[in-house]
């Protein structure tokens, strides 16, 4: 039987905690509160973008209280299980009219928006929207860190009786890391293939300044020293230009 394509998190919704088991979600929130905590204070009004199913959010609002989650798949925000408010939107079409003090994005899901346009919108966005003293932070994935997973491309794994396959593939010409998921549950296997860009470390200098965003600080993630084009990951802090016009 042919596999049933369906769109990204449709069908990964139903195995997304046992796919991403290995990830120490405290560890990650106290890392994003620390990073954060010199710039805004616990009353500030947070967005999350690309929040999926609310793991990171249950554990950071002891930090931050104030959270909107927010994410493009309906599937996963309706397995979120916290009673924080949720947004169904896509991250370069933000429908917010009011100002957050703090918007961040984590897991590398800022790659996800494969065109430059696309990630110059975004930046766009969160300029309009964040208050003149508020910060943004996101983490991206680098080519050494689709490189290293590519070396294995192939995973197969069971979470209670639905079965999955991940495929890991990266192409150095396109820049394009594909993540292609086979779940089969029901009788039925369902493909999914999760395309990322993977864009060089210093065109997100050039796109936040575009967009009248300044880096604070560039940090290889989950640290604090400076990231680097030949990081795996990094981190970025960013707050508005003041004065500035776009």
Known sequence: MSNLRVRP??????VYDHLMSHVNYELW???IYKISKP??????SVLELAGGNGKFSDIFLKHYPNILISDKSFEMLSSVKNKLPK????????PFKSKFDFIYSTFDSINYLTSKNDLLKLF???HDILSEDGIFTF?????????KHAKVPVRNSRSSKIRYKHLSLY???SRIHKNIFEIKFNGTTYKEVHKQKIYPFELYFDLLERANLL??????????????????????????????VI
């Open 9 to 14: 998190y449709e069908k990964l919704a139903f």
């Open 215 to 244: 880096v604070i600080n560039s940090y290889e993630s989950f640290s604090f020293e400076t990231a680097k084009p030949s990081s795996q990951r990094a981190q970025f802090i960013v707050r508005k230009i003041k004065n500035a």
């Open 39 to 44: 710039y805004i204070s616990r009353k500030s």
């Open 87 to 94: 947004v169904c939107c896509e991250m370069p079409l933000l």
């Open 171 to 173: 192409s150095k010409n």
């Open 29 to 31: 929130a106290d890392y």
């Open 124 to 126: 766009i966005e969160v």
């Open 139 to 147: 983490d991206v994935s680098l080519e050494k860190n689709s490189l």
